[in-house]
Nanobody, 119 residues
Framework: QVQLVESGGGLVQAGGSLRLSCAAS????????MAWFRQAPGKEREFVAG????????SYADSVKGRFTISRDNAKNTAYLQMDSLKPEDTAVYYC????????????WGQGTQVTVSS
């Protein structure tokens, strides 16, 4: 069982930066694949970025590639999402998710943190 708690959301002007954190409990964090998803009002939840258990492999949605960076610190049981050059269309609730590396489904989700980018 993994419990996830996001933090770091807020209001920022276009072009600004935010760093989201996802603190995980449980002994399986270091063997879990971590990801960030987001959901804007009236839209479906979408994948933003993912990172493998060691941190050596990452993937990004085309819409955030080159602007967002996902990372993790297994010693601190924490994953991060550095968001730079933010745009109004990045406004959404951002969710942290985790899955065992043996699974294709994200089994654990945080409660979400609101990110609002003003123009």
């Amino acid at each position: 069982q993994v419990q996830l708690v996001e933090s770091g959301g807020g209001l920022v002007q276009a072009g600004g930066s935010l760093r989201l954190s996802c603190a995980a409990s449980g002994r399986t964090f270091s063997s879990s694949v971590m990801a960030w998803f987001r959901q804007a009002p009236g839209k479906e939840r979408e994948f933003v970025a993912g990172i493998n258990s060691s941190g050596g492999s990452t993937s990004y949605a085309d819409s955030v590639k080159g602007r967002f960076t996902i990372s993790r610190d297994n010693a601190k049981n924490t994953a991060y999402l550095q968001m730079d050059s933010l745009k109004p269309e990045d406004t959404a609730v951002y969710y942290c998710a985790a899955r065992p590396f043996t699974s294709t489904n994200y089994l654990y989700w945080g409660q979400g943190t609101q990110v609002t980018v003003s123009s």
